[in-house]
Nanobody
């Protein structure tokens, strides 16, 4: 059984940092493309950052230069380091995973495996 468990969300002020973690069980992280999505009420879930199984990264324009996606294969854990947070980053953040088409592909829009979500709130 595949399970993704996020942690690290919270309430911070603008300009501060947070690191989200996503521990994956039931799957080997190195064989999957993984990603972070975020969603605000009434809006679709948006892709924030993707990490291919081969190590390529992709970022949404809104977070480039501020967010960093990474992984610890020994711990089977995915991370999202978020710096210089802005109020518009406020959302529920979800980690996701899927078996990739190839080692360099970005995650699809509907990966099969999802975490439960963690709330990030940035005050102005």
């Amino acid at each position: 059984q595949v399970q993704l468990v996020e942690s690290g969300g919270g309430l911070v002020q603008g300009g501060e940092s947070l690191r989200l973690s996503c521990t994956i069980s039931g799957r080997t992280l190195s064989r999957h493309v993984t990603a972070w999505f975020r969603q605000t009420p009434g809006k679709e879930r948006d892709l924030v950052a993707s990490l291919s199984s081969g190590g390529n990264t992709w970022y949404a324009d809104s977070v480039k230069g501020r967010f960093t996606i990474s992984r610890d294969l020994a711990k089977n854990t995915l991370y999202l380091q978020m710096n210089s947070l802005k109020p518009e980053d406020t959302a529920v953040y979800y980690c996701a995973a899927e078996v990739p088409v190839n080692r360099w592909s970005k995650i699809s829009s509907q990966p099969p495996y999802w975490g439960q979500g963690t709330q990030v709130t940035v005050s102005s």
